[in-house]
Antibody, heavy 124, light 107 residues
Framework: EVQLVESGGGLVQPGQSLRLSCTGS????????MSWFRQAPGKGLEWVSF??????????DYAASVRGRFIVSRDDSGSIAYLQMNSLKTEDTAVYYC???????????????WGQGTLVTVSS | DIQMTQSPSTLSASVGDRVTITCRAS??????LAWYQQKPGKAPKLLIY???SLESGVPSRFSGSGSGTEFTLTITSLQPDDFATYYC?????????FGQGAKVEIK
């Protein structure tokens, strides 16, 4: 059974950092691109970041709202994706979800499995 | 960025009804469109990808159609488990963007 489990959320003050983890199981983690989305309280869904599989260079991309502050990485040996969030702002408050996708030179099969989400609250 | 607009934002329906939700893209996205269902406190669930392909395990009462800039999600006979919020998402180009959501409520 495919599972994605996020961890690392919590309450932090503006300007602080937090690292989220996403542990995958039930599939060959290294074959998939991984992506992070977020959902602010009572709001819609927003894409945050994406990292391709190493077979496609392991390159990453970011939403403009987090570019330069967030860094996505992956450890295929441990089946974990990370989201390092720096210089956090109050507007980063949201539930953060990790997902997987099949990337073969293009996104052939989008986000079919999602984690349960982890809440990040940025507040003074 | 490609803007995605869903209509209606809220829909009241009864069990057994046929329900249609529309999603419009601000520019052509070919067929690179997905539909998700989300229930309160839960992660989104992929229903449809590539505009009309049914995700494995999703009931056949869900269907998608369209290409270019206009798309629809249809539920042929609404079931109690279908009351939820539905989002469309384009994955034609980064940043991948969502519609604002369409909430299907019990009439």
């Amino acid at each position: 059974e495919v599972q994605l489990v996020e961890s690392g959320g919590g309450l932090v003050q503006p300007g602080q950092s937090l690292r989220l983890s996403c542990t995958g199981s039930g599939f060959t983690f290294g074959d998939y691109a991984m992506s992070w989305f977020r959902q602010a309280p009572g709001k819609g869904l927003e894409w945050v970041s994406f990292i391709k599989s190493n077979a496609y260079g392991g390159t990453a991309d970011y939403a403009a709202s987090v570019r330069g502050r967030f860094i996505v990485s992956r450890d295929d040996s441990g089946s974990i994706a990370y989201l390092q969030m720096n210089s956090l702002k109050t507007e980063d408050t949201a539930v953060y979800y990790c997902t997987r996708a099949l990337w073969l030179d293009l996104l052939v099969h989008p986000f079919d499995y999602w984690g349960q989400g982890t809440l990040v609250t940025v507040s003074s | 960025d490609i803007q995605m607009t869903q209509s209606p934002s809220t829909l009241s329906a009864s069990v057994g009804d046929r329900v249609t939700i529309t999603c419009r893209a601000s520019q052509s996205i070919s067929s690179w469109l997905a539909w998700y269902q989300q229930k309160p406190g839960k992660a989104p669930k992929l229903l449809i990808y590539k505009a009309s392909s049914l995700e494995s395990g999703v009931p056949s009462r869900f269907s998608g159609s369209g290409s270019g800039t206009e798309f629809t999600l249809t539920i042929t006979s609404l079931q109690p488990d279908d009351f939820a919020t539905y989002y469309c998402q384009q994955y034609n180009s980064n940043p991948w963007t969502f519609g604002q959501g369409a909430k299907v409520e019990i009439k």
